[in-house]
Nanobody
Framework: QLQLVESGGGLVQPGGSLRLSCAAS????????MGWFRQAPGKEREGIAA??????NALYSSSVKGRFTVWKDKNTAYLQMNNLNAEDTAVYYC????????????????WGQGTQVTVSS
């Protein structure tokens, strides 16, 4: 079974940048499209970015478009986050699907444990 582990979260100042990584084990990410999700306290889980199985098509939610970038290689998916603000504070999750790509959590079978991102001065 594919296993995913997120890393790179932490405390960052408003306007700052952070890069999240999602390391895969057992199975190469060449076989999966990848998605990034986040959940802030009191809010529903939000799909924010996805990359197709071949890495040639990326999707972004309106809330992060123009600020975040997603890509992947054989063993790791990445989320580059720029111009962060307080509303970006959340637990961030990576996920994998072999059923296409998109921003809906129902598409994803495999999930990481999450990493906390806190944006505060």
């Amino acid at each position: 079974q594919l296993q995913l582990v997120e890393s790179g979260g932490g405390l960052v100042q408003p306007g700052g940048s952070l890069r999240l990584s999602c390391a895969a084990s057992r199975i190469s990410l060449d076989y999966f499209a990848m998605g990034w999700f986040r959940q802030a306290p009191g809010k529903e889980r939000e799909g924010i970015a996805a990359i197709s199985i071949f890495g040639d098509n990326a999707l972004y939610s309106s809330s992060v478009k123009g600020r975040f970038t997603v890509w992947k290689d054989k063993n790791t998916a990445y989320l580059q986050m720029n111009n962060l603000n307080a509303e970006d504070t959340a637990v961030y999750y990576c996920a994998a699907t072999d059923q296409g790509d998109g921003l809906g959590s129902h598409l994803y079978r495999y999930w990481g444990q999450g990493t906390q991102v806190t944006v505060s001065s």
